[in-house]
Protein backbone atom coordinates (compact mmCIF):
# COMPACT_ATOMS: atom_id res chain seq x y z
CA UNK A 1 0.00 0.00 0.00
CA UNK A 2 1.74 3.67 -1.01
CA UNK A 3 -0.25 7.08 0.58
CA UNK A 4 0.61 9.91 -1.77
CA UNK A 5 1.48 8.26 -5.01
CA UNK A 6 2.68 11.36 -6.15
CA UNK A 7 3.42 10.23 -10.34
CA UNK A 8 3.16 6.73 -9.39
CA UNK A 9 6.56 5.66 -9.58
CA UNK A 10 6.69 3.83 -6.80
CA UNK A 11 3.73 2.11 -7.08
CA UNK A 12 4.76 1.51 -11.03
CA UNK A 13 8.09 -0.42 -9.79
CA UNK A 14 6.28 -2.54 -7.06
CA UNK A 15 3.48 -3.69 -9.56
CA UNK A 16 6.17 -4.93 -11.77
CA UNK A 17 8.20 -6.69 -8.98
CA UNK A 18 5.48 -8.12 -6.89
CA UNK A 19 2.44 -8.20 -9.39
CA UNK A 20 -0.47 -5.32 -10.18
CA UNK A 21 -3.32 -7.24 -8.25
CA UNK A 22 -1.45 -6.75 -4.64
CA UNK A 23 -0.19 -2.83 -5.12
CA UNK A 24 -3.22 -0.36 -3.47
CA UNK A 25 -2.31 2.73 -3.82
CA UNK A 26 -3.97 6.68 -2.86
CA UNK A 27 -3.63 9.80 -4.10
CA UNK A 28 -5.49 13.08 -2.82
CA UNK A 29 -3.94 15.67 -5.74
CA UNK A 30 -6.80 15.29 -8.36
CA UNK A 31 -4.57 17.14 -10.81
CA UNK A 32 -1.98 14.26 -10.73
CA UNK A 33 -4.75 11.42 -12.29
CA UNK A 34 -4.00 11.44 -15.71
CA UNK A 35 0.19 11.64 -15.24
CA UNK A 36 -0.72 8.57 -13.07
CA UNK A 37 -2.50 6.50 -15.35
CA UNK A 38 -0.10 7.70 -18.03
CA UNK A 39 3.15 6.28 -16.22
CA UNK A 40 1.36 3.04 -15.68
CA UNK A 41 0.37 2.65 -19.23
CA UNK A 42 3.98 3.26 -19.83
CA UNK A 43 4.92 0.66 -17.54
CA UNK A 44 2.76 -2.12 -18.59
CA UNK A 45 0.67 -2.02 -14.98
CA UNK A 46 -2.76 -1.35 -13.29
CA UNK A 47 -2.20 -1.16 -9.44
CA UNK A 48 -5.25 -0.23 -7.87
CA UNK A 49 -5.13 3.54 -7.86
CA UNK A 50 -7.50 5.60 -5.29
CA UNK A 51 -8.26 9.46 -5.80
CA UNK A 52 -9.00 10.96 -2.27
CA UNK A 53 -7.96 11.04 1.32
CA UNK A 54 -8.06 8.07 3.65
CA UNK A 55 -8.18 7.78 7.28
CA UNK A 56 -9.23 5.86 10.19
CA UNK A 57 -12.69 7.94 11.16
CA UNK A 58 -15.38 9.17 8.50
CA UNK A 59 -15.82 12.75 7.96
CA UNK A 60 -14.42 15.08 5.93
CA UNK A 61 -10.89 16.84 5.46
CA UNK A 62 -8.96 19.06 3.71
CA UNK A 63 -6.20 18.85 1.50
CA UNK A 64 -3.85 21.67 0.16
CA UNK A 65 -2.59 21.25 -3.04
CA UNK A 66 0.98 23.07 -3.28
CA UNK A 67 2.52 24.65 -6.54
CA UNK A 68 4.92 21.56 -6.67
CA UNK A 69 2.81 18.38 -6.30
CA UNK A 70 5.36 17.38 -3.06
CA UNK A 71 4.58 20.18 -1.10
CA UNK A 72 0.86 19.33 -0.84
CA UNK A 73 -0.40 18.43 2.66
CA UNK A 74 -3.07 17.73 4.82
CA UNK A 75 -1.28 19.21 7.52
CA UNK A 76 0.33 22.36 6.07
CA UNK A 77 -0.94 24.94 3.80
CA UNK A 78 1.97 26.15 1.33
CA UNK A 79 2.15 29.34 0.07
CA UNK A 80 -0.45 29.79 -2.10
CA UNK A 81 -2.13 26.33 -1.88
CA UNK A 82 -5.14 25.44 -3.11
CA UNK A 83 -7.94 24.17 -0.44
CA UNK A 84 -9.81 20.66 -1.76
CA UNK A 85 -12.54 19.13 0.52
CA UNK A 86 -12.88 15.84 0.54
CA UNK A 87 -14.91 12.73 1.91
CA UNK A 88 -12.41 10.74 4.29
CA UNK A 89 -12.31 6.95 2.74
CA UNK A 90 -12.09 4.70 5.34
CA UNK A 91 -9.71 1.59 4.63
CA UNK A 92 -10.55 -0.83 7.87
CA UNK A 93 -11.97 -0.53 11.07
CA UNK A 94 -10.80 -2.38 14.35
Not at 23 to 44: C, D, G, M, S, W
Request: hydrophobic share 40%; with cysteine.
Amino acid sequence: MEIGTGLGLLSSYCAKQIGEDKVFTFEANPALEQTIKTNYALNHVAPKLEMGLIGDSPGFSTFYVGKKFWSSSIFNKPKGAKAITFSVMILMRK
